[in-house]
T-cell receptor, first 113, second 110 residues
Framework: GQQLNQSPQSMFIQEGEDVSMNCTSS?????WLWYKQDPGEGPVLLIA?????ELTSNGRLTAQFGITRKDSFLNISASIPSDVGIYFC?????????????FGGGTRVLVKP | NAGVTQTPKFQVLKTGQSMTLQCAQD?????MYWYRQDPGMGLRLIYY???????DKGEVPNGYNVSRLNKREFSLRLESAAPSQTSVYFC?????????FGQGTRLTVV
């Protein structure tokens, strides 16, 4: 099946830092989405991207739909402790049956000790 | 506004036991999904239902069955639980691209 490679697998943040993560695929996706999962909770949608080259912000989060349609990036500016969690990218193929999404393996964001 | 509600939140089963995970959504969404989440493997699709009355296999359907009872409800059944089915299970619904998730069911099979 389709695979999304998400990197890094984990990262440590220090309050105030800007951080980035990305997602790549060998397939072309029609839609890219970014989710955040807090411990013990389900993933929550952060940003949805529908057009190649699109750059969308949600507060301190900014995501981009790569122009090749095979990748997407998420940036978090001025990190705060509540940014800790797992971030997932998800892609949707053109006319995907049942609007199915394919998920990346996640980026675990932790606070530097 | 409840969104997607899953029950139970936690469950321990013995190998060979059966159980049904329940899911209901109040957003009038057509599509519903069951995923499992294992460490380092992201979310893998077990089954999905594109609309009421239809169900289809996802990436990892073996050992599971589903029922789309009506537009609101989509249940996942384990007929004979195995330790490999120890996981966190998420139900989701969508209308279009954006999926919304329940809080998950943490299942342990011993």
């Amino acid at each position: 099946g389709q695979q999304l490679n998400q990197s890094p697998q984990s990262m440590f943040i220090q309050e105030g830092e800007d951080v980035s993560m990305n997602c790549t695929s060998s397939s072309i996706f029609n839609t890219w989405l970014w989710y955040k999962q807090d411990p013990g909770e389900g993933p929550v949608l952060l940003i949805a991207l529908y057009k190649a080259g699109e750059l969308t912000s949600n507060g301190r989060l900014t995501a981009q739909f790569g122009i090749t349609r095979k990748d997407s990036f998420l940036n978090i500016s001025a990190s705060i402790p509540s940014d800790v969690g797992i971030y997932f990218c998800a892609g949707q193929l053109y006319k995907a049956a049942g609007n199915k999404l394919t998920f990346g393996g996640g980026t675990r964001v932790l606070v530097k000790p | 506004n409840a969104g997607v509600t899953q029950t139970p939140k936690f469950q321990v089963l013995k190998t060979g036991q059966s159980m049904t995970l329940q899911c209901a959504q109040d957003m009038n969404h057509n599509s519903m999904y069951w995923y499992r989440q294992d460490p380092g493997m992201g979310l893998r699709l077990i089954y999905y239902s594109a609309s009421e009355g239809t169900t289809d296999k996802g990436e990892v359907p073996n050992g599971y069955n589903v029922s789309r009872l009506n537009k609101r409800e989509f249940s996942l059944r384990l007929e004979s639980a195995a330790p490999s089915q120890t996981s966190v299970y998420f139900c989701a619904s969508s209308r279009g691209s954006e999926a919304f998730f329940g809080q998950g069911t943490r299942l342990t099979v011993v």
